[in-house]
């Protein structure tokens, strides 16, 4: 089926990017979000079965991405165009059909409208979709975007064509789509902690290891295409002897095909993987392989060029490269008595403490934009209540997002640099949620076990 797609170039700035977003948070100055309306899309024949996982997945990609202000339903005209053909201008005053001021003007306001409907044909769902620039003088003008999407004709092809009908909406505004990234966790729901992925929303959940011992931390790196982690390989039995868990390990996997790959462990009691180097072919890693206390260090992707960057004699752990640059890494350390994030050069120079002093702070992470991290904290809390927090790096301000929820940690920052996902014992049990860079569109996606120290990647499985 012929495909087509009309672009106009203006709107690709229409809205503030999603790393000016988080500044904007940051400083407290948030910026407007842009208003559409998305009225429910109907559809031909049989395709009406799959309208509402349809509806349902298109509103909730859009919402939730935090760029939009969703007009609600409850205020849209009750003629909806389904097709540019549906619109027609008043005349002498009295309406003819939907029109475009319908939209924009009360109580709709909005500046955006999303339109279409889909059909089955030859075997497929066929969704034809169309964004609209309501505050424009006449249909030809207001079309922005207009495109054919097709799936296969059940409810998983209903959410596939809405999730790409979004991820083009929020691309022509500047905006990042979750679609295709994957978020890797540790999960001990088979009685063994190993390293499962699932989809952004939760869907798709698949173990990806299976070492049947405790495989745990994992870290992707940059282009999706690798996955280390830290495990404790199982020692076999022997004759009178059974089999025991071995010191741990870093292993590293292709994301692509799921096999191990070659990496060369030092010789030491502890071997952790911290974070992938901007480049792809460098580890950040802390071992203590050079003594009792665990350091930091950079390997080759293969283990080689075994490299030392810190030399204390205090804990150091969680490095992680800055996303932007690679020049310089955050990373947790004991130095100063309590955990507490740092700051320093990738040479191991310019060390600077980032967080008071106060409480426990531990696992950083970069924003994609290179200024901003995320990271867990006790502050201000009972020991051990950790809560979410964002600073900005240069100017240290500071951003609290969870609240009294029970013990959140490991935060990652979304490819999209607007989503964070993170860990939460808020029961019995501790599980994987979502949330926006403001606190905000929590959502929760495991249930089963216990599920811990999320990574969230561009994935290809």
């Avoid at 249909?139 to 799936?151: D, E, I, N, R």
Wanted: glycine share 10%.
């Amino acid at each position: 089926m012929k495909r087509h797609i009309i672009l106009l170039g203006s709107v690709l700035c229409i809205c503030a990017l999603a790393l000016a977003q988080i500044k904007e948070k940051i400083t407290g100055n948030p910026g407007e979000k842009i208003p559409i309306a998305v009225p429910d899309f109907r559809g031909a024949g049989d395709a009406q079965n799959f309208m509402n996982t349809f509806n349902g997945t298109l509103w909730g990609e859009l919402q939730n991405s935090g760029q939009l202000k969703m007009i609600p339903k409850t205020s849209y005209p009750l003629t909806i165009p389904q097709q540019p053909a549906d619109f027609r201008p008043p005349l002498n005053g009295k309406s003819q059909g939907p029109w475009l001021s319908d939209w924009s003007g009360p109580p709709v306001n909005s500046h955006y409208l999303a339109f279409g409907y889909t059909a089955t044909q030859n075997g497929q769902l066929v969704l034809y979709g169309w964004l609209y620039d309501v505050q424009q003088a006449n249909p030809s003008s207001a079309q922005l975007l207009a495109k054919v999407y097709v799936g296969t004709p059940d409810e998983a092809g209903s959410k596939k064509i809405a999730q790409e009908f979004a991820a083009d909406i929020l691309k022509l505004f500047g905006a990042g789509s979750l679609m295709g990234t994957r978020i890797y966790f540790m999960s001990d729901r088979t009685g063994h902690k190993e390293i499962w992925s699932m989809n952004y929303d939760g869907s798709d959940q698949k173990q990806f290891t299976s070492y049947r011992t405790i495989t745990t931390f994992p870290v992707a790196s940059p282009d999706g295409t690798k996955i280390a982690f830290t495990t404790y390989p199982m020692r076999p039995a022997s004759p009178g002897h059974p089999a025991t868990e071995d010191q741990p390990k870093i292993y590293v996997h292709s994301l692509e095909t799921g096999r191990k790959l070659v990496y060369l462990n030092q010789n030491a009691s502890m071997n952790a993987a911290s974070d992938f180097m901007p480049d792809n072919r460098h580890l950040l890693i802390y071992s203590t392989a050079a003594g009792s206390v665990s350091q930091i260090f950079m390997t080759d992707i293969d283990g080689g060029g075994f490299h030392r960057i810190t030399n204390t004699r205090s804990l150091e752990v969680e490095a992680k490269a800055n996303p932007k640059t690679g020049a310089d890494i955050v990373f947790t350390s004991g130095r100063g008595g309590t955990p507490q994030i740092y700051r320093m050069n990738i040479d191991g120079t310019d060390v600077a403490r980032l967080t008071s002093g106060e409480g426990d702070a531990v696992n950083p992470s970069w924003n994609p934009d290179g200024q901003h991290i995320a990271f867990a904290w006790t502050r201000g809390f009972e020991p051990g209540n950790f809560n979410i927090f964002i600073m900005d790096v240069a100017s240290q301000e500071l951003i609290q997002l969870t609240h009294g929820a029970g013990r959140n940690e490991n935060p990652n920052w979304a490819p999209d640099g607007v989503h964070l996902v993170f860990s939460s014992k808020r029961g019995r049990s501790s599980q994987i949620f979502t949330m926006l860079a403001d606190g905000t569109g929590l959502q929760q996606l495991t249930t089963q076990g216990n599920n811990e120290k999320p990574v969230w990647t561009k994935g290809t499985q």
